[in-house]
């Protein structure tokens, strides 16, 4: 298999200054560090949850038009643990073995 890497925002791009807020909802958690990350699966696995992620930019059309979906399920599906990972805000490697 291979690696999967997003873009590592530096803050000198345009797209740093954007607002993230819309990310984030009511049973749905931004998740901007790999410390939230790990924090957040260990939570899931602790509570026995499924996780929902959603990799998701605030400046992208298609990741804003989907937002309104992915919140209703959230709300519909409490015993899931909803995740909006910020692709710019958060740069990190899965690997397959």
Same mark, same amino acid.
Request: charged share 20%; proline share 4%; net charge negative.
């Given at each position: 298999?291979?690696?999967?890497?997003?873009?590592?925002?530096?803050?000198?791009?345009?797209?740093?200054?954007?607002?993230?807020? !819309?990310?984030?909802?009511?049973?749905?958690?931004?998740?901007?560090?790999?410390?939230?990350?790990?924090?957040?699966?260990?939570? #899931?696995n602790?509570?026995?949850?499924?996780?929902?992620?959603?990799?998701?930019?605030?400046?992208?059309n298609?990741?804003?038009?989907? #937002?309104?979906?992915?919140?209703?399920? #959230?709300?519909?599906?409490?015993?899931?643990?909803?995740?909006?990972?910020?692709?710019? !805000?958060? #740069?990190?490697?899965?690997?397959?073995?």
């Amino acid at each position: 298999m291979g690696l999967c890497w997003t873009k590592l925002n530096t803050g000198n791009d345009a797209h740093s200054q954007l607002p993230t807020a !819309e990310l984030a909802y009511r049973n749905v958690h931004l998740v901007t560090t790999v410390d939230k990350w790990e924090e957040k699966l260990s939570e #899931a696995n602790r509570d026995g949850k499924i996780v929902v992620v959603n990799f998701s930019a605030s400046w992208s059309n298609p990741c804003r038009s989907i #937002a309104p979906a992915y919140n209703e399920l #959230a709300d519909k599906y409490p015993f899931m643990l909803f995740l909006t990972v910020d692709v710019d !805000e958060l #740069a990190f490697g899965t690997g397959a073995q």
